[in-house]
């Protein structure tokens, strides 16, 4: 299965649910009294109304953002119903709103930058923010870190996974987030002037829950491609169990129960049942990955976890999962520096699959001493050219890559990749 799908259904056939979202129970109940706080200035009416009403105001737009968060980050795992919520998220998502405001505040400043320049430029890359928005919070979501919300390739390696229905996702999250003022149009003459400032937060806790809803669906219905681990009971409101194979139904009950037992800190046991679902099916690529995200919880296991990559990447590699293959290799980097692999076709294919997702460092460790390593061999001419384009498109050195034009020109004159680099390294007209 090509990186990024799923079997889930596309979130265009489950607008519904998105929009039904708000109207569970507990969301219900909590929209509600988040949105009648309020009138809590009334209530302190011995302290300024401006400054009680700011100050109460900031605490629901605080609230619900961080249950906002909370929906999409469980979302993303296949958690959709607020009754399997947990009580609580750990630290490093209860502080998604916050990351959210510095990416924000960055972004401010460099588009301040930007139009003290040229205003038209600036107003070019307020689109481009605005178009990047929604894969911005996708990556906060995934990574938890606002430095990797800024990130470029980052952003853009979620487009790249989402494909042509990032578009439809914009303008979705688009109408939405002019559903608010809509709803409050039709309904400001049926109401009382003291419900309106209530009626106003409601709407737009409604409408941002629904966007968390929407956001978190994608980002599940294209876990693997992101590189999102799903929690046990992921997609409980999915397709009825008649309608799954033996094999997939084997499948999510030994993740289940794998995620059960590293759940309740018992790695050896999880490890167990890992390692033998992968011997006893060496060409799933779950079972596969299963092992390996297992591997990686015990630091005792750090040959098996190399050698077993090995294995995984070259599956991975095989069914075009090259982006899980690179992060595959870089779980590996973490733990051991000098891991590598060991087949020259791989090592290729590895390094342009971190190339197309925007890794340029990543691509030339790869390569490093490919010619050494494999000599002889006939793919060295193709990795020399894609060090060459990886520095000169990729960092912007091409002063670096002209040694290695005349290494190729000196070796290899009549290949391809010469004149492919020799064309990368030409004098501007």
Known sequence: MPAGKSAVKPFWHRLNKFFAFPFQGAPLVYGLVLAFCSLLPEVFFFLPRVFMWLIVEIGILLAASRYGFKVAVLGSRGISRASDFPSRLDDEWSSLPWKLFGVFVVQGFVLGLVASVNAKLATAATFVLSFLFPATVIVLVQSGSAMRALNPAAIWGVVRVLGAPYLALCLFLFLLSSGAQVALALLLPLVSLWLLVPLFNFAFIYFGWVMASLLGYVMYQHHEGLDIDLL????????????????????????????????????????????????????????????????????????????????????????????????????????????????????????????????????????????????GHAAIPQAYELIARVLTQGMHRADMARPVLAVLEERYPDSEATREVRWLLRDPV
């Open 232 to 375: 046990p009971g992921a997609g409980a409101d999915e397709a009825p169990p008649e309608r799954r194979s033996p094999e997939q139904i084997a499948r999510q009950e030994t993740d289940a129960l794998v995620a059960e037992l590293v759940t309740e800190g018992d790695i050896p046991a999880a490890l167990t049942i890992a390692y033998e679902d992968q011997r006893l099916r060496p060409n799933d690529v779950a079972a596969l990955r299963r092992y390996h995200r297992v591997l990686l919880m015990d630091a005792d296991k750090t040959p098996t976890l190399l050698e077993h990559a090995k294995r995984l990447i070259a599956l991975l590699l095989q069914q075009e999962l090259g982006a899980e293959a690179v992060k595959a290799w870089q779980d590996c980097r973490a733990r051991e520096p000098a891991f590598v692999i060991e087949d020259a076709g791989q090592t290729l294919a590895l390094a342009r699959a971190a190339w197309r997702a925007g890794d340029a460092q990543a691509a030339l460790a790869m390569l490093r001493s490919f010619d050494k390593r494999f000599r």
